[in-house]
């Protein structure tokens, strides 16, 4: 830790006297966190104790006042390394960088320790501190008023009991902030951290039911959505949200972590009893529910955010069809959507947009308690254009299966697809849960293959053919259509005027567009790749030559739907 001497950029040489400051606790300043914290295990979802409850506690403390002068007020950065008696009083207080910890060891009650920051601009500022099993450590912060050179009180934590945390959470404005520690009784170690966000300070501070911030639903492509982003940003950072549901039904809830990070979502009924739940979708009721957010490792980060969603689920009907997306042209994603089935109904709907030109499969997953589940597809009419089942229309993927359905839409305007999913049997009088995407049915690929043979030519004309029979090729996607067609060999001796020339028997012969003699690229209709080829080249030379390791590559697309949905390497 380095010493500072003043976090302002300007010599202060004042001889002010701070005004008493008696280490007393104020109802309004109570901690907001306390260690005490369970998980009781429920049926269905774990329920936690609302870590803001912390009961109010009133130490009662007469410090020595805090008659010291503060004088030479730069508090710059300073390489000398604090001793324990360093930072005793405001004017040796250290300054504490966000994010470190700082620790010290209090022999004796009545002992303290200071430390200051600088804020620069409006912050979320937060402080955790841990105390030793023995040690009742109290935390205060002041804000130095830099008109009187003055400590103002800001806050305090001032939970009793030894071993136990303190910790504040407040948005602060711009200037010079004073934390001083304080053995109220016992001894022993204590670890203090302070943490900075700039980040989500529209909806701090709510870290409590009751700061909750208020988030709206509104319509996204037809369905009621809440839709949050932002910050965990310490280790114990907890963000509460206040949303009303417009009517009793499903709902998905998710949160989406920022990367290397593990948070959870929350759930409250009425703000009472709070429990933990996973991403899934939940039957919740009309009126105001509470949500929250909260790291489950106590990884954190005030700048990468997180996405918190609360979606109304709405596939009972054609009409109420849940919408999964738009496949276009600009779309190398894939689309995915769930769908549960209460206990009572049995069909589901999802609904979709593709644009001209697209081929897409439809992938329904299953699983064992999947057999006679059935999917349809509907054009926009709401005509039946398709149906497959499970086990009899499942492909096998590794240890899983799926139900695929094909989309082609051929036409020149973009068309709207339904999809319904039909519960098995087995599954009538239970919650049904199924997973839908969306997946780009064309894949592109490359390969290249050998002559056997040498062709030759003895004077100005044509060579001599050679030929290769790739219809049963194993390599080659069944279907494969290639979009480019190019040729190398090696002639010898090489010549002037060489155009290389391939047929796909029985048809036409092409020339090569460029004059090459090891290499030709071709301007032909798309076609299939697995037929027989033939190769030949022409030169105005009259010269005898020869080309030897020729070899004819193909860039092409196919259709999954024709490989069994798999990837054709």
């Not at 003055?150 to 948005?171: F, K, R």
């Not at 208020?214 to 037809?222: G, K, R």
């Not at 206990?343 to 593709?354: D, H, L, S, T």
């Not at 590794?398 to 039909?422: E, K, M």
Request: with cysteine; glycine share 6%; aromatic share 12%.
């Amino acid at each position: 830790m380095k010493k500072a001497r003043t976090l302002l950029s300007i010599m202060l040489v004042l001889a002010l006297m701070m005004v008493n400051v008696n280490f007393t606790s104020a109802d309004s300043n109570i901690a907001e966190f306390s260690t005490e914290n369970t998980i009781i295990s429920l049926d269905d979802l774990e329920k936690i104790e609302d870590i803001n409850n912390v009961t109010n506690t009133n130490q009662e403390i007469n410090l020595l006042n805090l008659d010291n002068v503060i004088n030479d007020l730069e508090l710059s950065l300073d390489t000398e390394e604090p001793t324990a008696s360093d930072n005793t009083d405001p004017n040796n207080a250290y300054l504490i960088p966000p994010d470190t910890t700082v620790g010290d060891t209090f022999a004796a009650s009545g002992e303290q320790r200071w430390y200051a920051m600088e804020i620069t601009e409006r912050t979320k500022l937060s402080t955790i501190l841990l105390n030793d099993t023995p040690l009742d450590g109290d935390l205060y912060i002041f804000k130095l008023n830099e008109t009187t050179m003055q400590l103002e009180d800001y806050a305090t934590s001032l939970t009793t009991g030894t071993g136990v945390m303190e910790a504040t959470n407040n948005i602060v404005e711009a200037g010079i902030y004073y934390f001083a520690i304080y053995c109220y009784s016992g001894n022993g170690i204590f670890n203090f951290t302070v943490y900075t966000s700039t980040n989500d300070i529209d909806n701090e501070i709510n870290d409590s039911i009751e700061t909750a911030y208020e988030v709206t639903m509104s319509d996204v492509v037809d369905i009621q959505t809440a839709r949050v982003e932002a910050v965990i940003d310490n280790p114990i950072d907890y963000d509460y949200y206040k949303i009303t549901l417009p009517h009793d039904g499903l709902y998905q809830v998710m949160v989406f972590s920022p990367e290397g990070k593990e948070y959870q979502s929350l759930w409250s009924a009425d703000g009472t009893d709070i429990y933990t739940v996973d991403d899934g979708i939940y039957e919740l009721s009309q009126g105001v529910n509470y949500f929250g957010v909260r790291s489950l490792d106590g990884t954190y980060s005030n700048t990468d955010k997180y996405t918190f969603v609360v979606k109304e689920i709405k596939n009972h009907s054609f009409d109420e069809a849940s919408y999964i997306g738009e496949w276009n042209d600009y779309t190398y994603s894939l689309y995915s959507d769930s769908l549960i089935l209460a206990e009572k109904q049995n069909v589901g709907y999802f609904r979709f947009k593709v644009t001209p030109g697209h081929k897409l499969f439809i992938r329904i997953s299953c699983s064992l308690f999947d057999d006679g589940m059935k999917a349809y597809l509907f054009d926009s009419n709401r005509n039946a254009i398709a149906m497959a089942s499970n086990p009899d229309n499942a492909i096998e993927d590794g240890v899983l299966s799926f139900v695929p359905l094909d989309v082609n839409n051929t036409g020149g305007s973009t068309q709207t697809y339904y999809i319904a999913i039909v519960k098995p049997e087995a599954q009538q009088d239970k919650v049904y849960v199924q997973s839908v995407s969306l997946n780009d049915r064309i894949e592109t690929g490359s390969k290249t293959f050998n002559f056997s043979g040498t062709a030759s030519k003895s004077g100005s004309g044509h060579s001599s053919t050679l030929n290769i029979d790739l219809r049963n090729n194993s390599s080659i996607p069944i279907g494969a259509m290639f979009t480019d067609v190019e040729t190398n060999g090696d002639q010898y001796p090489s010549q002037g005027g060489v155009y290389h020339e391939v047929q796909a028997y029985p048809g036409m012969w092409h020339r090569s567009i460029v004059s090459s003699s090891d290499w030709g690229r071709f301007n032909i209709p798309s076609d299939y790749v697995a037929q027989i080829w033939y190769f030949r080249f022409y030169t105005w030379a009259t010269g005898s030559s020869t080309m030897s390791d020729v070899s004819i590559s193909f860039d092409y697309e196919y259709d999954l739907g024709l490989n069994g949905y798999k990837r054709v390497n």
